[in-house]
């Protein structure tokens, strides 16, 4: 866990720290494995091997254990995302097909790393305003760091806006990749589509869209 998590006192010594990693680490784990219905406090006690009250004082309730599990994930996932796109293997002369390749690639594959628990909690933010804002502020600022990627190469695209275009093609990578992992693979088409396939076709079809062609 972070130094710093919502509403959650920090612990001051080790064996309390331990707990809280412990009990943070065992709740994670529920909410992947077994999904939402599954993530109450005395399934996480007997996960994290500690009593119902060592969880409910140190995260209070179910719904602050899952906003923390929450914060965790989207932290990490941003800092996962932003090692992606920081685009320092791209050549200083590359193509907009080059950019739009590296974006996408890197999209899809922290979605791809971290999809099982993505999953659960894309399906908690259906139900959980404050889930869903989390989450949203998380995408946005994913959509930040492939907007910047792809105003390198702006003067190369030829839709006549190219910034609204960058944050439709954002917004169509999004949605590709929410549904994949969300729903798995064949529920739209029983033809294969691995999530290789998958980046390799988006990425063509976003690259046609701002004018690069294949």
Not at 110 to 121: D, I, K, P, V, Y
């Amino acid at each position: 866990m972070t130094s710093s998590v919502p509403d959650v006192p920090p612990a001051t010594q080790e064996r309390s720290r331990r707990t809280l990693e412990r009990i943070y680490l065992a709740g994670t784990h529920v909410l992947e494995k077994q999904g939402p219905s599954a993530l109450t406090i005395a399934n996480v006690a007997a996960a994290a091997g500690v009593s119902t009250g060592s969880v409910y004082r140190r995260f209070g309730s179910k719904d602050q254990l899952l906003t923390v599990i929450q914060h965790e994930f989207v932290e990490d996932f941003k800092a996962e995302m932003a090692a992606r796109l920081n685009g320092e293997h791209l050549q200083p002369d590359a193509s907009l097909s080059d950019v739009v390749h590296v974006a996408v690639q890197g999209f899809a594959e922290t979605f791809e790393a971290r999809q099982r628990l993505l999953r659960e909690l894309m399906l908690v933010s259906t139900e959980n305003p404050a889930v869903l804002e989390v989450g949203s502020r998380g995408a946005i600022e994913c959509g930040a760091m492939f907007r910047e990627l792809l105003l390198g190469v702006a003067d190369k695209i030829t839709r006549p806006r190219p910034e609204e275009a960058i944050d439709y093609a954002y917004r169509l990578l999004y949605s590709v990749c929410a549904f994949r992992a969300l729903f798995g693979e064949n529920v739209e088409s029983s033809r294969p589509a691995p999530w290789t396939a998958l980046i390799e076709e988006t990425a063509a079809a976003l690259c046609a869209y701002l004018g690069a062609g294949g």
